[in-house]
């Protein structure tokens, strides 16, 4: 593995169903977070965890759950998904705060109807 | 609120010169990003910007004023694999990064 990666590339779900999607990174950056991108918007933040233990909640939280049990996991959870949830799902990290690069993954294609 | 502005869409043509604009409000400010975002594929970081002034980096260069609250980004020697979105974001005075919706940017042969 080499930088991030995510999991799965693309999902159709049944609204009401959970889902959880994976991130993983191999550069020991102690922050991630959690993005979805739609068409004509900005990259809006979900949640973000600033170290290994530590989560916050971003722009637009409601529907999600994230854990960081360790440096190089931070899942992300629908619990009950929604059409609105519809999205492409960036997953990033950085060394440090928000002053610092932040390194994508490849993105999930999330379709849920 | 915090706000960053640029245009949606610009089209240029290849071998030449565009200009990026990015304007932004924000609660303080520590610092602004250049990410570049073919279509399919996640963002990518091209500059950051902290101090005024431009700074070069290849083709690309990126220029911020933060008097004005203004940044742009100017790529020269336009190729057909420059055509992609440019996203400008900024780091707020909490230290999260606040991002522009993007310019699509297409060229022309």
């Known amino acids: 593995i080499a930088g991030i990666t995510q999991a799965p590339t693309s999902q159709i779900l049944a609204a009401g169903r959970r889902m959880t999607l994976r991130c993983t990174q191999d550069?020991?950056?102690?922050?991630m977070y959690w993005y979805r991108q739609d068409l004509g918007l900005g990259l809006r933040l979900i949640h973000y965890?600033?170290?290994?233990?530590?989560?916050g909640k971003g722009e637009v939280p409601d529907g999600y759950s994230v854990s960081r049990a360790n440096t190089d996991d931070f899942p992300l959870t629908l619990a009950s998904a929604v059409p609105s949830q519809t999205s492409v799902y960036f997953c990033?990290?950085?060394?440090?705060?928000?002053?610092?690069?932040?390194?994508f993954g490849p993105g999930t294609r999330l379709t849920v109807l | 609120g915090q706000n960053i502005d640029q245009p949606t869409e610009m089209t240029a043509t290849e071998g030449a010169i565009v200009q990026i604009n990015c304007t932004y409000q924000?609660?303080?400010?520590?610092?602004l990003f250049w990410y570049q975002q073919h279509a399919g594929e996640a963002p990518t970081f091209l500059s950051y910007n902290v101090l005024d002034g431009l700074e070069e980096k290849g083709r690309f260069s990126s220029f911020l004023s933060r008097s004005k609250g203004y940044s742009y980004l100017l790529l020269k020697e336009l190729q057909m694999k420059d055509s992609a979105s440019y996203l400008c974001a900024v780091t707020d005075s909490n230290y999260q990064l606040i991002w522009g919706a993007g310019t699509k940017l297409i060229i022309k042969p």
């Open positions: 550069m020991r950056h102690n922050a």
């Open positions: 990033a990290s950085s060394d440090g705060g928000g002053e610092d690069t932040q390194y």
């Open positions: 924000t609660s303080g400010f520590n610092g």
């Open positions: 965890s600033n170290t290994a233990g530590t989560t």
